[in-house]
């Protein structure tokens, strides 16, 4: 028996983003020397939402070349280079992720963004928390947090043209597959 897939429509997400909008607001009312850098590419598309509520600078961070698992996940040929519209030295900085998993990620981020200067203070902002850390990091902003299993897939899409299409699935890991039936190999 395989577990269905869990799916968060439109309306909770445009909530959390709301929500995550909010809390970034409160905490900087300010919007003069933060910058909302979102991790291409999952973070991109959120990072320029929540800067058009917030009215804070947008732009994005690659981290294809700071990844520890490049050599089994090569640089994608379509990527968003980093762009980051102003001066990180002396800035507040909010990374903006999709997704925190492992933490893997916000390490790249963090290299990648030291490598253009050194930011006043870094904060991370994400869509979904869902746990199972393998390092040290922790959102300071999540609008949704999911327990999953390790082994599951939390998929988020974000339409650019259409919100209304927004959705996150939580999907069981694949069965593993059936051991293959060999024959015994025949003496020579």
Not at 155 to 179: G, K, T, W, Y
Request: hydrophobic share 45%; proline share 8%; net charge positive.
């Amino acid at each position: 028996m395989v577990a269905a897939a869990k799916i968060i429509g439109s309306r909770e997400i445009q909530a959390a983003i709301t929500r995550l909008a909010a809390a970034i607001s409160a905490r900087h009312p300010v919007r003069q020397g933060v910058l909302l850098l979102g991790i291409a590419n999952g973070g991109v598309e959120l990072a320029c939402r929540l800067a058009r509520i917030t009215g804070a600078q947008a732009g994005a961070v690659d981290i294809s070349f700071h990844r520890d698992d490049i050599a089994r996940r090569p640089i994608p040929k379509e990527r968003a280079p980093t762009h980051i519209p102003a001066d990180v030295s002396g800035a507040t900085v909010i990374l903006i992720d999709d997704v925190l998993f492992s933490g893997r990620t916000v390490k790249a981020a963090l290299d990648e963004l030291f490598d253009h200067g050194r930011p006043n203070k870094v904060e991370l902002a994400v869509l979904v928390d869902r746990g199972c850390r393998r390092l040290p990091f922790a959102a300071d902003y999540a609008g949704l947090a999911i327990a999953s299993d390790e082994s599951e897939k939390v998929e988020v899409v974000l339409d650019p043209s259409s919100p209304l299409r927004d959705r996150i699935r939580v999907r069981p890991a694949a069965a593993p597959a059936a051991p293959r039936f060999r024959p015994p190999a025949r003496p020579s």
